[in-house]
């Protein structure tokens, strides 16, 4: 069996976060869905010391002393969700986001849990810097944090990293994410690499030679606005690339962002594959996993005719209506096996420049359930409990335990007002960054309350206020 | 309307209102003073930042024929190459209290953007390779004096579409004037999905005979290094117009500057059918007729109205 999976012992604890105290709380009556244990019905739900004590029927659990009573009637109660790519810019870039401000944000869009990616300043290529990282979140992150590992020093593509010694540091993986490991050769060497350290690999796909400088999808929409465009293709063809040598080498990735319909059809037929190889199809699946952001399940690059604004600018891009379709389609049937946000800050400045100018990238974390729930559950196209599921699924992914509402569990919750609208950006936002993509769209579907690691990490002001 | 950034923020009728004035234009070039009052006490700023000669002193010489103030800002030894931002720039210079700004810029929405933050008028004088409309308004003045209307017309635009502002603005423009456009090029230099917008693509001229109207695009010789095209030489022999595939009746356009013996052969150049002077004389006209159309009996801009 390859040492890939997940049974490789781990150095050190693979989520790092600042002590909070454990709550107590009772929450009374809220429509409790966790697709996984298969409760879908209201129950009263008490924390004791931070782990979840008793679920019961609505009005059936007593306060016991001390525990905060919230109202959940009429609210949804989910497992909170886990994003397995964001981007928290330290070190470095600490006037886009910081571990504060970004699992702020995490907190208030539902999440329980983050791992950051490593393309930072310095990137987070040595031990060094992943231990003083990770002792930065001991301090300042608001709910768990992971972190992945450039795969290759400096994320320059030539030199593996110390893949071995990250690992024991605490790295939960490997990735150049926001460039791809353009050489096969050294993606090779990482996979046969990865039988010594475990730990996945994940990957940004993109051919630079066929993206070159484009600013967005290559299509109608480009050749109107006179943009250099992005082909599918560029995504497309670099994952049959590395699925071939990933099977080669019997080696486990995750594809990073799928955006065309070209990947998903190359994921389905790397899955398929993998089957044909090997007796254990669960197993087999598992080998290449993807994801895919909120914002390639809602949007298209219609968007950027309509309004040529910089927070529609994001790598991979907007692509069509088909190939949107195809995103969700393959959500659906299992071929993407979670949402990612790839929330990406970038400072006010750095955005308001003409668009061919304008870093890559859009926030995502406030807004990732109420997105994906406006777009695709209230209309029917998506069950409620899929996307519940897949908002949580990165997890185990990355090697970590699921948040589940079970007795026994810790408490990572996250208490969702489905009815609610509101207007993003309306009130700022939790992240130090504003150019969130859907700035100004009204969303349906408010976190009201997140509990992460036992602790309460998010209230919405104004239910804060209405409890208190 | 309140700012020239698209030929989409005209309609037909709006079109044609512009041009009637820009024909209205015309003799006050021929008098002996040649301004008139109509934008006395008007500032107009002419920001550029790329190199331009005859649109920019076309801008001009429009804005003083109508007795406005002029400014000029060039990139070079400008704030911009301090550093600057074009917010910052835009804002600065918005403090001179401009009534309008013409600009052009390497960026694609950057007019819309100058149009965002400061409270005069814009014109967008080119925006990266996105579009140049008063250019397609000199263009469309230009068939409309020669020819009366552009109903029907068959119009082929040769060359490198891609990097190319000029195709955009003129494919909406002739367009929405009734004619037929086809854009022709090697399929290198023709954007995938150029045909959204309402043109019909080719890669031979093989159909040029067709055409009522060749409007040749300038091909620019950096074009080589991508690997857009393997040779200017490949380039002439299929796509060059010379005088073997230049009809009699047909009429030749060219936004100018012109590489001679590249996309244009010289006879065709000095040909009878070549209007491109005609071409540069209509762009002061039509320029007056923008900053007509823009400024006279509106008052000075409402600087409420900004958002920063």
Known sequence: MNAASPDVPRAAEPLVHREQPP?????????????????????????????????????????????????????????????????????????????????????????????????????????????????????????????????????????????????????????????????????????QYQRLCGRLLALHEEDPSLSGAGAMHEGEVSARLGLAGIPSISESTAIARDAAIAGYEQGRIHIQHLSARESVAAVAEAKARAVERSGDEREARGRITSEVSPHHLTLTHDAILARLDTRLKMNPPLRSEDDRRALVDGLRDGTIDCIATDHAPHAREEKEVPFEEAPMGTTGLETAFAAVFTDLVVPGVLPLALVVEKLSAGAALMGLGTPRIAVGEPAALCLIDLAAEWEVGEHGYESRAENCCFDGRSLRGRVLATAAAGAVVYRERAFALSAA | MRHLLSIEDLDRAGIERILDRARSFTEVSEREVKKVPALRGRRVLNLFYEASTRTRSSFELAAKTLSAEVINFVSSGSAVEKGESLKDTVQTLSAYRPDLIVVRTPHVGAAELIARWSPAAVVNAGDGKHEHPTQALLDVYTLRERLGALDGLNIWIVGDVLHSRVARSNIL????????????????????????????????????????????????????????????????????????????????????????????????????????????????????????????????????????
């Open chain 1, 23 to 191: 709550a107590d709380l009772l929450i009374r009556a809220a429509h409790v869905l966790d697709p996984r244990t298969g409760i879908d019905a209201p129950h009263d739900v008490l924390v004791r010391a931070g782990e979840i004590a008793a679920l019961g029927a609505p009005g059936s659990l007593p306060a016991p002393d001390g525990a905060e009573l919230i109202d959940g009637e009429g609210r949804h109660l989910f497992p909170g969700f886990v994003d397995p790519h964001v981007h928290l810019r330290v070190p470095g870039q600490e006037h886009k986001e910081d571990l504060d401000s970004g699992t702020r944000a995490a907190a208030a869009g539902g999440f329980v849990a983050v791992v950051a990616m490593p393309n930072t300043d310095p990137v987070v290529d040595d031990a060094t810097v992943l231990r003083s990282l990770r002792e930065a979140a001991r301090r300042e992150a608001r709910i768990p944090v992971g972190f992945l590992a450039a795969v290759t020093r400096g994320l320059d593509g030539d030199a593996l990293t110390e893949m071995a010694e990250l690992a024991d540091a605490g790295a939960l993986g490997f990735t150049d994410d926001g460039r791809p490991v353009h050489r096969a050769a050294i993606l090779r060497k990482a996979l």
């Open chain 2, 173 to 308: 423009a002739f367009t929405m004037l009734g004619a037929r456009v086809t854009v022709c090029g090697p399929p290198t230099l023709i954007p995938r999905g150029m045909e959204a917008l309402g043109c019909e693509v080719r890669y031979t001229l093989d159909g040029l005979a067709e055409a009522d109207v060749v409007y040749a695009l300038r091909m620019q010789k950096e074009r080589m290094t991508e690997s857009f095209v393997p040779s200017l030489r490949e380039y002439a022999q299929r796509y060059q117009i010379d005088g073997r595939r230049l009809g009699a009746r047909q009429i030749l356009m060219h936004p100018g500057p012109v590489n001679r013996g590249v996309e244009l052969a010289a006879e065709v150049i000095d040909s009878p059918q070549a209007v491109i002077g005609q071409q540069v004389a209509a762009g002061v006209v039509v320029r007056m007729a923008v900053l007509y159309e823009l400024l006279a009996g509106r008052t000075a801009p409402d600087r409420q109205l900004v958002t920063a």
